[in-house]
Antibody, heavy 123, light 113 residues
Framework: QVQLVESGGGVVQPGGSLRLSCAAS????????MHWVRQAPGKGLEWVAFIRYDGSNKYYTDSVKGRFTISRDNSKNTLYLQMNSLRAEDTAVYYC????????????????WGKGTTVTVSS | DIVMTQSPDSLAVSLGERATINCKSSQSVFSSSNNKNFLAWYQQKPGQPPKLLIY???TRESGVPDRFSGSGSGTDFTLTISSLQAEDVAVYSCQQYSSTPPTFGQGTKLEIK
């Protein structure tokens, strides 16, 4: 079955770094753009980043530009989010999500979500 | 960025009754290029990830019960649950994907009265 499994979350001090991973299975990973979406405690959903099928294009929400890097390894069916210079406001559950549309299309809405991994930034 | 505003923030409805959730965008999310509204609805139960219910404002995702329906165009949209079931207790969020960044509404918490 189609599945996304995130890992790599944890507790980190402000200014620290974490690398999240998302293992995909059950679909042709290289044919879909992928997203990271986060949800702060008790808050709504916030889109974080997007990466095209081959990693050629990446987009970020303004608050993480220059600090976060999205990447993918299609040979390993894995999506990544490198998070540097972490701030308290980055505390959230981070979800990886698959775009609904298959290559060559993409539309920025998501039909498959992982269970999420929790990132806590605190001293 | 397009701001998505949902109303109400919370809603209590009796089992078997209709539930209606509204979503308003700060700009139109309609595209004349494909004659579609770039609007999705998600359901999120406690401790679970979001689940896609509706896309293109009114297209039900595969496997979603037909008691869920979406309507609206331009800047005003509605998610309707025609006959509320106990398993529909959740937070419902709208999302626009008309422009980058995609943005979500703040969520509407649906409970049983």
């Amino acid at each position: 079955q189609v599945q996304l499994v995130e890992s790599g979350g944890g507790v980190v001090q402000p200014g620290g770094s974490l690398r999240l991973s998302c293992a995909a299975s059950g679909f042709t990973f290289r044919s879909y753009v992928m997203h990271w979406v986060r949800q702060a405690p008790g808050k709504g959903l916030e889109w974080v980043a997007f990466i095209r099928y081959d990693g050629s294009n990446k987009y970020y929400t303004d608050s993480v530009k220059g600090r976060f890097t999205i990447s993918r390894d299609n040979s390993k069916n894995t999506l990544y989010l490198q998070m540097n210079s972490l701030r308290a406001e980055d505390t959230a559950v981070y979800y990886c999500a698959k775009d609904k549309a298959a290559r060559p299309h993409y539309y920025y809405y998501m039909d498959v979500w992982g269970k999420g991994t929790t990132v806590t930034v605190s001293s | 960025d397009i701001v998505m505003t949902q109303s109400p923030d919370s809603l209590a409805v009796s089992l078997g009754e209709r539930a209606t959730i509204n979503c308003k965008s700060s700009q139109s999310v309609f595209s004349s290029s494909n004659n579609k509204n770039f609007l999705a609805w998600y359901q999120q139960k406690p401790g679970q990830p979001p689940k896609l219910l509706i896309y293109w404002a009114s297209t039900r995702e595969s496997g979603v019960p037909d008691r869920f329906s979406g309507s609206g165009s331009g800047t005003d949209f509605t998610l309707t649950i025609s006959s509320l079931q106990a398993e529909d207790v959740a937070v419902y969020s709208c999302q626009q994907y008309s422009s980058t960044p995609p943005t979500f509404g703040q969520g509407t918490k649906l409970e049983i009265k």
